[in-house]
């Protein structure tokens, strides 16, 4: 019988760990993602659509690297858009939606991209808002489990909305000097890069930055979000950009082709038995022109503002001497709608909430290429992207595309239309599915009468359930969506044709038999249990 040593085993495994820390130090390019939150695509400036606003830092990242024209989430909604990001999975797959009582599995987090990253050796930072609940412990389920924070080397976060001046909320920013949220997280930032161990002193799970290893840092906004722009109070001590920037240009702020105000909405854009239309008190601000106007400036202030920490951010990889070895990409975890239709919000799955900004630069690729990529990239292909980038191996279980080859100028056989969903039920939202190519936005609606538990839901249609509205748009004569085709006999093959399209991609989007790897405390019910067997069994998926 042969035996093992453990004690030179475990020696030999050292050396090795020790081996790969040099290798991937030495080779490697270090990461950073930074994450808006209701970010729009017509507030980057580059992109011409917005002549007020100003974003001379992002302009310049779009200049150096690449700008993604048709970027686009696949779930409208902060919590399942930004567990898609991280696992590179639909909603469908992950299971992790907003207002359900889901939270990733801690197996599920450990092949998210960050988490492969430090298993291959890299330093990993948090600084934000975090809105997708993981893990399970004696202390509770999701946010109040611990499990997201200790698994960071750098943790300077909060669970859920920050807000405008995020010392109210949580306790980890008490000891910050500023007040006001992009300030907080620009101090985060500093210290990441500062290797100050008396700031991680003051910190829960913070730890100095080793030099000798490459380190991937998420940056997370809770702006231009309502949650931090309508907490916006103009305090005195408030930095100017807050208080007075943009004020001057308030009645010039552009108002959406489409705008709608509440009190002059005759016909609701969707009938009222599929969204009954109620005014959720967080969307009042696109109730008259004045009030989103107000809205609008706030945007660009606190757009203006993230521009800004993008700025000191470049400055400091350039001072440091890393910037040629550090990837940057700027993204939103969605759009919202400012009035078009009289809708506010997100959630919907019209082009206001899908349509993002999205910057990746990767300074070791040549700028040889075209600066705007038009083919459609998703928030999907992230995580494969940034695992590609780092020449690291791309699980099966991510369903996105790596956005290496358009980069590098190869757009051959990339993909020519997309799924998107909404699996949210709360604030009488119906349950959505939407395929959309570059000339044609089909979606399709469910019956609230008919939802159930999400989990349970995440296969309604796979299983049969019929849609009770429709809706089909040619993007090309009608960006705006203001004509819906799907009641016309004369596009009767088009609409077919989406369905059956819709019909593989929720199943390709699904990903196989089993249930999401989620904890979901009303499965402790063995009703639930028999249910969910029931629902997944003989899927032929």
């Not at 007040?179 to 913070?206: R, V, Y």
């Amino acid at each position: 019988m042969y035996k093992i040593s453990i004690v030179p085993l475990f020696g030999v495994l050292l050396c090795l760990n020790s081996a790969a820390a040099e290798q991937t130090s030495s080779n490697q390019p270090n990461v950073v993602l930074i994450l808006a939150d209701d970010m729009r695509l017509d507030y980057l400036a580059c992109m011409g659509m917005n002549q007020i606003v100003q974003t001379p830092n992002l302009d310049k990242l779009a200049t150096k690297g690449t700008l993604f024209t048709h970027g686009f989430v696949t779930s409208a909604a902060c919590t399942p858009s930004r567990a898609s990001i991280m696992s590179g999975q639909y909603e469908r797959r992950h299971g992790v939606t907003f207002g359900s009582d889901s939270a990733m599995t801690e197996k599920a987090f450990s092949q998210t991209y960050p988490m492969l990253l430090k298993q291959a050796g890299y330093y990993c930072g948090y600084i934000g808002k975090n809105h997708v609940p993981i893990g399970s412990s004696k202390r509770g389920t999701g946010y109040k489990s611990g499990h997201m924070d200790s698994q960071f080397d750098f943790w300077y976060g909060g669970h859920g909305h920050l807000g405008f001046y995020p010392k109210q909320r949580h306790k980890i920013f008490r000891h910050a000097k500023a007040d006001t949220q992009i300030e907080i997280l620009q101090q985060g930032t500093d210290q990441f890069f500062a290797h100050n161990p008396e700031f991680a002193k003051t910190q829960s799970f913070l730890q100095s930055r080793p030099k000798n290893r490459p380190f991937s840092l998420q940056v997370n906004f809770n702006l231009p979000h309502g949650a931090g722009t309508g907490s916006m109070k103009l305090k005195p001590s408030d930095p100017a950009l807050y208080r007075s920037a943009y004020r001057d240009q308030i009645h010039a702020m552009p108002q959406p082709d489409t705008y709608i105000a509440k009190k002059d909405i005759r016909v609701p854009r969707i009938p009222r038995h599929v969204y009954n239309g109620k005014y959720i008190s967080q969307y009042n601000y696109v109730q008259t022109p004045n009030t989103l106007r107000e809205r609008q400036v706030r945007t660009c202030q606190t757009v203006t503002g993230i521009d800004q920490l993008v700025g000191k951010l470049m400055a400091t990889l350039e001072k440091q001497g890393i910037a040629d070895n550090t990837i940057i990409i700027f993204t939103s975890d969605h759009g919202l709608q400012h009035g078009e239709h009289g809708l506010g919000g997100k959630v919907l799955l019209y082009e206001e909430s899908l349509h993002i900004p999205l910057i990746v630069y990767d300074p070791r690729i040549k700028k040889d290429r075209a600066p705007r990529v038009e083919q459609l990239a998703l928030s999907v292909d992230l995580a494969p992207t940034i695992l590609d980038l780092a020449g690291l191996p791309i699980p099966e279980i991510m369903q996105g595309r790596s956005l290496k080859p358009l980069l590098q100028g190869d757009s051959h056989s990339w993909r020519q239309d997309f799924f998107c969903e909404n699996m949210f039920m709360g604030q009488n939202y119906p349950r959505m599915e939407a395929v959309r190519s570059s000339e044609w936005k089909y979606i399709r609606y469910f019956d609230k009468k008919k939802d159930q538990h999400h989990i349970l839901s995440l296969v309604a249609s796979i299983r049969g359930e019929k849609p009770i509205y429709e809706e089909l748009f040619n993007l090309k004569v009608d960006s705006g969506e203001t004509h819906n085709l799907a009641p016309n006999p004369k596009y009767q093959s088009t609409l077919e044709k989406y369905r059956q399209r819709c019909d593989q991609l929720v199943r390709k989007a699904k990903g196989g038999n089993l249930p999401p790897d989620t904890h979901v405390k009303a499965m402790e019910n063995p009703t639930y249990k028999a249910k969910l067997r029931q629902r997944y069994e003989g899927l032929n998926l």
